[in-house]
Structures are given as structure tokens and as C-alpha cells.
């Protein structure tokens, strides 16, 4: 079977279409800022400060006597906002 000719264009060819030649952009290439990175821990790590304390003296603190079985309601509520804030971490 013959093979085919291949010929080579020297020039490329340019579209008519000016957007078609566009490099995406990317938005917000400098990643995540600092505030959030340091709230989303700061949620983390409260939610989980709230527990231990709840665990270790929570009888003895008034108002976290008075919240009872609220206490992990509150800590894991802290702790998982600080992990949907991940979602937005770059």
C-alpha cells in the first residue's frame, strides 16, 4: 500500500478568532491568606481545647456544668467548621 505524502505548512495557521489563542489565567494564584489559615486552626484547635476541658474539670466550671452532654455538641461543633474551612485552603 502507498504511503501518503506529508506535506509541512511553514506557516501555522492563525485563526480568525482572537480568543481562541488566549492562555488561561489563573485567579488567586497566591494561594490562601494567612487570617484564614489562622482561624481554621484557631477553630481546630478550640473545639478541641473545649473537650479536654470539658473531659478533665468540666463539673467543676459552672456554666459547663450547667450545658452537660451540650459541651460535645459545642467542641466537635468548632472542630468540624475548622475542617470545612480546609475545603477552602489552597
Known amino acids: 500500500m502507498p504511503k501518503a ?3 509541512k505548512n511553514e506557516t501555522a495557521p492563525v485563526s480568525s478568532n482572537p480568543s481562541a489563542n488566549r ?9 490562601t491568606p494567612m487570617w484564614y489559615k489562622v ?3 484557631a477553630f481546630m484547635i ?9 473531659y478533665l474539670v468540666g463539673p467543676q466550671i ?3 456544668a450547667d450545658l452537660g452532654a451540650w459541651n460535645y ?6 472542630m468540624i467548621i475548622g475542617l470545612l474551612m480546609t475545603m477552602g485552603w489552597r
Open 39 to 41: 482561624i481554621m486552626f
Open 62 to 64: 459552672p456554666f459547663m
Open 23 to 31: 492562555t488561561p489565567v489563573k485567579i488567586n494564584s497566591a494561594g
Open 73 to 78: 455538641g459545642i467542641g466537635f461543633g468548632l
Open 46 to 54: 478550640v473545639g478541641l481545647a473545649w473537650l479536654i476541658v470539658n
Open 5 to 7: 505524502r506529508v506535506t
